[in-house]
């Protein structure tokens, strides 16, 4: 079965940090662009930060830069997004996705032009005193 799953979401206090992870099963990740995308109520989904599979080029939202770092660990078919500094504008339920490399940038996946191949299910972060 090919999916993607989140984990590491929570309830965060303001200034904490939280590491999700994006685990895939039934296929490896090596060969796709990931992306974390989140969305909070009422409002629309939007892209986080996304990272490359070929150089590990990432992109970031201006409004997480400097706060949130993705990564990839191919050996463990995991890519992870560390969010420091958490606000509570931040909470949302958060996604990773999967796009084919092919004929796309980072920044593309991120902007959410083109279309992804797979999502996961979301993870809720909920920052808050």
């Known amino acids: 079965q090919v999916q993607l799953v989140e984990s590491g979401g929570g309830l965060v206090q303001p200034g904490g940090s939280l590491r999700l992870s994006c685990a895939a099963s039934g296929f490896t990740l090596d060969y796709y662009a990931i992306g974390w995308f989140r969305q909070a109520p009422g409002k629309e989904r939007e892209g986080v930060s996304c990272?490359?599979?070929?150089?590990?080029?990432?992109y970031y939202a201006d409004s997480v830069k400097g706060r949130f770092t993705i990564s990839r660990d191919n050996a463990k078919n995991t890519v992870y997004l560390q969010m420091n500094s958490l606000k509570p504008e931040d909470t949302a339920v958060y996604y990773c996705?999967?796009?084919?490399?092919?004929?796309?940038?980072?920044?593309?996946?991120?902007?959410?032009?083109?279309?992804?191949?797979?999502w996961g299910q979301g993870t809720q972060v909920t920052v808050s005193s």
């Open positions: 996705a999967a796009r084919d490399p092919l004929g796309t940038t980072v920044q593309a996946m991120c902007v959410m032009k083109g279309r992804d191949d797979y």
């Open positions: 990272i490359s599979s070929s150089d590990g080029s990432t």
